[in-house]
């Protein structure tokens, strides 16, 4: 297994933000909203609890509708689950859930209280599990998904203390996006070094579950540099996620750091 690499952007994006959150959103808060004093204090354990509470909520949802994948059910899928954690240097690793999502291609990590869990929608499921029409079975693409989503994890992520962190990085426009992208890009790393020619896995997410096979994902790769202009930087700017073509153009071409602007 190649070593995974932290994108250099998210520790600096961690530490601006953290400085201007620190310094310049109390300021505000006070200027605009008149927060003073315990009402500031209000307003910043609202948020701590807020993001103890959703967090609950998700966990508690995906116990009671979502499929688990377990040793008994889905084995193949959970013995690489394990595999992935174990390489990774997890001592547990996270539960796994699949959901139905109305055919929304998605997957995130999360935890609540000790518990680590990543959900997979079950539309990017089923293509590592089974034919699909013309479309073979694509377990790599699967492993993609699954190995981004235990990075996360494994990355620190899906803390408490992170989570907060970037719960108010979040209010400052453009840093917190650019903290979420460097992380997408941390969490890719992860997949990367575990399953690198599992990249249909990010395709998939432009091509949905049957086109993408057909689709050449260098040729979105090779738009990074020709797609220009200032409605695209605003697009990525203010984005959670890193833009398809910047994305896998950071997969195909690993010289380099996934570019955040």
Known sequence: MQEPKRHPGELWFAIIGTVLAVTVLPVVAIYFLDYVGMRLVTAIVAILVGVYVGRGLINARERVTSIEITADQFPEVHQRIEHYSKEFGLRRTPRAYIAQEGGLLNAFAS?????????????????????LGPRPKDPAALDFIIAHEVGHVAAGHTTYWYTWLSSFINFIPFIGAALSRAKEYTADNYAYSVVPNGINGIVLLSG??????????????????????????????????????????????????????
């Open 111 to 131: 935890k609540h209280n000790r518990t680590n869990f990543i959900r997979i929608n079950a539309d990017v499921f089923e293509v590592g599990t089974f034919h």
């Open 208 to 261: 949905g579950k049957y086109l993408y096979p057909m689709v050449d994902g260098e040729r979105i790769a090779e738009r990074a540099t020709t797609d220009r202009g200032l409605f695209l930087w605003f697009t990525n700017a203010l984005a959670t996620h890193p833009v398809q073509t910047k994305r896998l153009a950071a997969l195909y071409d690993r010289s380099r750091s996934g570019r955040l602007f």
